[in-house]
C-alpha cells in the first residue's frame, strides 16, 4: 500500500479551509446558543433561588402570623372565660340575693300566720273561758262537775 501525500496535504488543506468557515460562519452562532442557553440556565437558577429564599420568608412570616393569630385567640378565649366566669358570679351572687330576700319574705309570712294562730287561739281560749264562765255561774257547781267542765275546756283546747 502506498502513501499518497498529496491526496493527504489535499485532504488536510481542505479540512482546514472548512473548519475555517464553519468557524466564521457557524462556531459564533453555535457558541452564542450555547452561551444564551448557559446564561438562560443560570438566570432560572438564580430566579429559583430568589423563589426559594421568598418562600421561606413567606413560611416564616406565616408561621408568625399564626403564632401571633393562636396566641389572640387565646387571649380573646381567656377573656371570654373570665366574663363568663363574672357573669356567672354575678348571676349567683343575685339569686343568692333573691333565694335571701324570699326566705326572709316567708319567715315575715311565717311569723305573721303564726301571730295570728296564736292571736285566733288566745280569742278562742277566752271565749272559751268565757263560755266555761257563764256555764259555772249559772249552774251551781260541785266540785266534781267544777272537775269535769275544767278537763272538757283542757280536753277541746289541746293542752
Do not use: P
Amino acid at each position: 500500500m502506498e502513501i499518497n501525500v498529496s491526496l493527504i496535504v489535499g485532504t488536510i488543506i481542505n479540512f482546514i479551509i472548512l473548519l475555517a468557515i464553519l468557524k466564521h460562519f457557524f462556531f459564533s452562532k453555535v457558541k452564542d446558543v450555547i452561551e444564551d442557553r448557559q446564561n438562560e440556565i443560570e438566570d432560572k437558577i438564580i430566579r429559583a433561588d430568589e423563589d426559594l429564599e421568598k418562600a421561606r420568608i413567606f413560611k416564616l412570616e406565616n408561621e408568625r402570623i399564626l403564632k401571633s393569630a393562636r396566641e389572640e385567640g387565646k387571649k380573646i378565649t381567656e377573656e371570654y372565660k373570665r366574663k363568663a366566669d363574672k357573669v356567672h358570679s354575678e348571676i349567683l351572687q343575685e339569686a343568692n340575693k333573691e333565694a335571701n330576700v324570699v326566705m326572709e319574705r316567708a319567715k315575715v309570712e311565717v311569723e305573721r300566720e303564726k301571730n295570728k294562730a296564736e292571736a285566733e287561739l288566745k280569742k278562742q281560749v277566752v271565749d272559751l273561758a268565757v263560755m266555761l264562765s257563764v256555764r259555772a255561774l249559772e249552774e251551781s257547781i260541785d266540785e266534781e262537775k267544777h272537775r269535769k267542765l275544767i278537763n272538757d275546756f283542757i280536753a277541746k283546747v289541746g293542752i
